[in-house]
C-alpha cells in the first residue's frame, strides 16, 4: 500500500528531512528565533516528529492523549525559551510542508489510485499538525497566564482569563 511506503519513506529519511527543514526553519525571517537556538536541539526536535510520523497518525487514543500532553508541555518551553508564538506556529506549519513537498519530489505517485492514497495521508498529517498547534498555543498561553497572573492583574490577565 502506498501509505505505508510513503510514511516508511518519510522516517527511513527522516535525517534528510531534518536537515532540509533546519536549513528552512533558520534562514526565514519569520522564524528568526530559530537561527538563535543551539542546532542539535532544534534538529532533535524536528527530528522527534519526522522519525515517529506513523506512531503520531495511528488512532490510538492513548497517542491522543500522548500528543496533547506533549505539545502542551512544548508549548510552554517555547514561551519560556522566549521564541514568539507566531514563530513556533509557523515552524509546524514548515515541518508539515516539508513533509508533502518530499513526498512528491520522490515521485512515488503513479497513478489516480496512489494519489488519492497520499492525499489521504496528507489529510491525516494535516489533522495531526493542526491538533500538534492548538496544544501548542494551548500550553503556550498557559504559561503566559500564569506570568500575567503574578505580575499584576491588568489587560493581558483579563485577555488570558480561561473561560469556564
Excluded at 38 to 60: A, G, M, P
Excluded at 65 to 74: A, C, S, W
Excluded at 104 to 117: A, P, V
Aim: hydrophobic share 35%.
Amino acid at each position: 500500500m502506498i501509505y505505508s511506503k510513503l510514511i516508511k519513506l518519510i522516517e527511513d529519511n527522516a535525517d534528510e528531512l531534518t536537515e532540509r527543514m533546519y536549513k528552512d526553519l533558520t534562514s526565514r525571517e519569520e522564524t528568526k528565533s530559530y537561527a538563535k537556538m543551539n542546532k542539535d536541539i532544534v534538529c532533535e526536535r524536528i527530528y522527534e516528529v519526522y522519525s515517529r510520523l506513523d506512531t503520531w497518525l495511528s488512532k490510538d487514543k492513548h497517542k491522543s492523549g500522548e500528543i496533547e500532553r506533549l505539545y502542551t508541555e512544548v508549548g510552554r518551553r517555547r514561551f519560556r525559551e522566549g521564541v514568539p508564538l507566531h514563530e513556533v506556529v509557523m515552524a509546524f506549519m514548515l515541518k508539515k510542508r516539508h513533509i508533502w513537498l518530499y513526498v512528491l519530489e520522490k515521485h512515488f505517485i503513479d497513478s489516480s489510485y496512489e494519489l488519492y492514497q497520499a492525499l489521504e495521508m496528507n489529510n491525516k498529517v494535516v489533522l495531526f499538525f493542526d491538533r500538534v498547534i492548538f496544544f501548542v498555543t494551548k500550553g503556550y498561553e498557559d504559561e503566559l497566564r500564569k506570568v500575567a497572573d503574578s505580575k499584576d492583574k491588568g489587560v493581558l490577565s483579563k485577555l488570558l482569563k480561561k473561560k469556564d
